[in-house]
């Protein structure tokens, strides 16, 4: 049984960090690229990070240089560490695996929020 569970969210002032856990099982994880998304309210969910099997990583130009995405295939988990936060990082965060680098696998979770106020 597929299940992937995102961790971590809460609520910083802004300039503060967070570090958000993707953990999954039942899933070949170390052979895919996966990735985070966000969602605020009101908008579309949107890529944020991406991690390649290999550990090449590329990242949204809003959040370039203040989150850093990695993985451990052991454990399967991604992680997402957020520093300088931003009121505008503001959203729900979710993870995927991606099929051909690009298009979300599964279901979306319930995702954690994330709250950053000024």
């Known amino acids: 049984q597929v299940q992937i569970v995102e961790s971590g969210g809460g609520s910083v002032q802004a300039g503060g960090s967070l570090g958000l856990s993707c953990v999954a099982s039942g899933i070949d994880f170390k052979s895919y690229t996966w990735a985070w998304y966000r969602q605020a309210p009101g908008g579309q969910r949107l890529l944020v990070a991406r991690?390649?099997?290999?550990?090449?990583?590329d990242y949204a130009e809003s959040v370039r240089g203040r989150f850093t995405v990695s993985r451990d295939n052991a454990k399967n988990t991604m992680n997402l560490q957020m520093d300088n936060l931003k009121p505008e990082d503001t959203a729900v965060y979710y993870c995927?695996?991606?099929?051909?680098?690009?298009?979300?696998?599964?279901?979306w979770g319930q995702g954690t929020q994330v709250i950053v106020s000024s």
């Open positions: 991690i390649t099997t290999v550990g090449r990583t």
């Open positions: 995927n695996q991606l099929v051909g680098g690009v298009h979300p696998n599964f279901r």
